[in-house]
């Protein structure tokens, strides 16, 4: 069983940055597609940005295209989330995902396992 936890969420002022991390541990992170969702109250948990295994795929949101990295260290089993120029919009519960079936699904429905969620609050 892969167990998911993240960290590095916070409240922070719009224009700011935050880094979160998502440790894996109990199964083969290395061929593992990557994913990082939000969810803000009230709507449905979206893809922020996703990861190939090797990281030579990415994808990202257009409402984070430019703002935010996802990065991945397969040797200490751990992706990143780097989020640049944050705005009010961006406040949510940020969740790391593991797909493995080595796409690059954009769908939560998609992933097979799931962190336990850290809340990101950007004050305007």
């Known amino acids: 069983q892969v167990q998911l936890v993240e960290s590095g969420g916070g409240l922070v002022q719009a224009g700011g940055s935050l880094r979160l991390s998502c440790a894996a541990s109990?199964?083969?992170?290395?061929?593992?597609?990557m994913g990082w969702f939000r969810q803000a109250p009230g709507k449905e948990r979206d893809i922020v940005a996703a990861i190939s295994w090797s990281s030579s795929s990415t994808y990202y949101a257009d409402s984070v295209k430019g703002r935010f990295t996802i990065s991945r260290d397969n040797f200490n089993n751990t992706v990143y989330l780097q989020m640049n120029s944050l705005k009010p919009e961006d406040t949510a519960v940020y969740y790391c995902?593991?797909?493995?079936?080595?796409?690059?699904?954009?769908?939560?429905?998609?992933?097979?396992?799931w962190g336990q969620g850290t809340q990101v609050t950007v004050s305007s």
């Open positions: 995902a593991a797909n493995r079936a080595g796409t690059l699904p954009r769908s939560s429905g998609a992933y097979d396992y």
């Open positions: 109990g199964g083969s992170f290395r061929w593992y597609t």
